[in-house]
């Protein structure tokens, strides 16, 4: 387990060589963005899922969240889900990421949005959380799950720390039964010896046996695939050859288009297909 941790870990922060440098770029460019840091204007950095702050929207509207509410974010990435969440419900939210560089960026953008005091991240697994049981009234996770091999563990422990009746969603690749094989590298493994994609079955007997009741099974590839198309043409028509203020790149690298492309390529041919899913703790 401490191997697939140290893999997945490094995996996300192999194009970090130096995270204080990281951070400091990002601050600059904050500073020169001067207007207010909101999850709207930062959604093409932070969003790192299909479909982007539109499907962060979309999964909110699914899960039903009161202001007083407690969220996890589990898997939270560079904070841009969570940092909406906090914007647009009011709720308290708990953000955990393995990487911790990503952790501290997340840190920064909510401190700079002035959420801070509604989010907050901590660097840890989502197999091992350092969180007392039933502490969550709803749990949160987006384009996450496909690191880790033992998925019966991680929803046991999804469940165990959310509340009794609370609800878990999550927006997820999985793979049709029988289907052709993913084309790797993608964004969260570099082959196919780092990935777990279950297919509608399996994940669904997984969250039974872990207490986690399935109310809402949305397949949303075709939205997926619409974005996809949608993005590659805002590419082309691009008058301006600059690159956007603020770059998934900076963190990912260079490696960062063959792995999308691959994700992309993967969804348009049916390799890979993505569901919206909400579940209720019994």
């Not at 401490?2 to 922060?13: G, N």
């Not at 940092?83 to 709720?91: D, I, K, P, V």
Request: aromatic share 8%; glycine share 8%.
């Amino acid at each position: 387990m401490l191997d697939e941790l140290a893999i997945t870990r490094d995996h996300y922060q192999a194009a970090i060589n130096d995270p204080a440098a990281l951070l400091a770029r990002i601050s600059s460019a904050l500073e020169a963005h001067g207007a207010p840091i909101t999850a709207e204007r930062m959604g093409s950095f932070d969003q790192f899922h299909i479909g982007g702050l539109a499907s962060s929207i979309e999964l909110a509207a699914r899960m039903d969240i009161a202001g007083d509410a407690q969220v996890l974010d589990a898997g939270s990435g560079l904070g841009g889900p969570s940092r909406y969440l906090a914007e647009a419900f009011g709720c308290q939210v708990t953000g955990i990421d393995l990487a911790p560089a990503y952790v501290a960026i997340a840190q920064l953008l909510a401190d700079k949005a002035g959420v801070s005091e509604k989010v907050r991240y901590v660097a840890g697994s989502i197999t091992d959380m350092p969180f007392p049981s039933e502490t969550f009234d709803r749990v949160w996770t987006q384009h996450v799950v496909m690191n880790i091999r033992d998925r019966d563990s991680l929803y046991r422990e999804i469940r165990r720390v959310l509340k009794m009746g609370g609800r878990f969603a999550f927006y997820d690749p999985y793979v049709p039964a029988g289907g052709e094989a993913p084309h790797y590298p993608t964004p969260w493994a570099e082959s196919a010896a780092t990935s777990t994609l279950l297919t509608e079955d399996e994940t669904r007997a997984s969250l039974a046996q872990a207490g986690l009741k399935v109310v809402l099974w949305e397949d949303v590839s075709e939205q997926g695939k619409d974005w996809i198309t949608q993005q590659q043409q805002i590419r082309q028509l691009a008058a301006a050859p600059t690159g956007p203020a603020f770059s998934l790149g900076w963190v990912v690298g260079p490696r960062m288009q063959p792995m999308v492309a691959n994700f992309a390529k993967n969804i348009q041919e049916g390799r890979i297909r993505l569901v919206m899913g909400i579940c209720e703790a019994a």
